[in-house]
């Protein structure tokens, strides 16, 4: 993938095109994927950040084209501040959920109405249908091109990584019970946010459940093995042994999301930032 030139990732009967956004980093990946649906007169997927060179890409594609539908699926500064200048050049629908209450998302980010979980928007020649996925943040959506099984993940389901999720806004409990209910849908393929296509989504989503049980069996083994209460860091080092250190300070923020699912759940408990095993001893 090269940054603004167009790829073609349709799966089916409805054209899909693919623009990277010019801000590949350490949390972005390659960079934000900009997803331009239709032949006719057509949806945008995530405009990406504010950046008027990528905001031409998009027009340029459309090629005097109508856009008539945004939609956003979460409104971190990666995904959503592309948003309102292209509804200012286009007059577009913009379809999404609002920015919690205090998270410093993108505040630019307004959508046309009030949008709910199952909603099903006619685009004339397709249509899509709204999931929402809270987890990674509560507003994430997720949007499945029916006609053809093609689901557009944003940061819910990422190709090569997994997204971190990060109280007090990201839940483990809600993404895990998402990823679950993606599993009663009739997917062909999955369209992340960031990085290639996947065509295999059950397999896809089993690993990423495999991944995080994982990931819980070890933080259940390191607190069961505790002489003393540990801190999220000193918890960190034994879960996350195996990523560079570099990546550290995002696992902390995930695991702290494995910590309060089992403080939920009461199998861990927390005093003055320090963490124990839970009732049932383990």
């Not at 409805?14 to 949390?27: D, E, F, I, K, S």
């Not at 933080?219 to 195996?242: F, G, I, K, N």
């Not at 199998?267 to 003055?272: F, G, P, T």
Request: with cysteine; charged share 15%.
């Amino acid at each position: 993938m090269m940054a603004g030139v167009p790829e073609t990732v349709g799966i089916g009967s409805v054209p899909v095109q693919r623009l990277l956004a010019r801000n590949a980093g350490p949390m972005t990946g390659p960079g934000t994927n900009t997803y331009v649906i239709g032949s006719r007169r057509l949806a945008v997927l995530d405009p990406g950040p504010r950046d008027a060179l990528h905001l031409q890409a998009i027009l340029d594609l459309a090629g005097g084209r109508p856009v008539d539908w945004i939609f956003v699926t979460h409104t971190h500064g990666d995904h959503s501040p592309g948003t309102a200048p292209l509804q200012a050049q286009t007059g577009a629908q913009v379809i999404g959920l609002p920015p919690p209450p205090g998270s410093g998302q993108d505040p630019s980010f307004q959508a046309t109405r009030l949008f709910h979980d199952a909603e099903r928007i006619d685009c004339g020649e397709f249509s899509m249908r709204l999931i929402h996925t809270p987890g990674h943040v509560s507003n994430h959506l997720c949007f499945l091109l029916e006609q053809d099984g093609l689901l557009f993940t944003g940061d819910h389901i990422l190709d090569g990584m997994t997204p971190v999720i990060a109280p007090p806004d990201g839940c483990m409990r809600l993404y895990l019970q998402a990823l679950e209910g993606l599993k009663a849908l009739p997917l062909r393929a999955l369209a992340p946010a960031h990085g290639q296509l996947m065509h295999q989504p059950l397999q896809v989503i089993e690993t990423l459940l495999r991944h995080r049980a994982r990931r819980e069996s070890k933080l259940l083994a390191a607190l069961a093995q505790q002489s003393r209460p540990l801190s999220l860091q000193a918890l960190a080092d034994q879960v996350y042994d195996d990523i560079a250190p570099a990546l550290l300070p995002l696992a902390c923020r995930t695991l702290l999301a494995h910590l309060l699912k089992l403080e939920a759940e009461g199998r861990a408990r927390q005093s003055n930032g320090l963490w124990t095993g839970g009732h049932d001893g383990i």
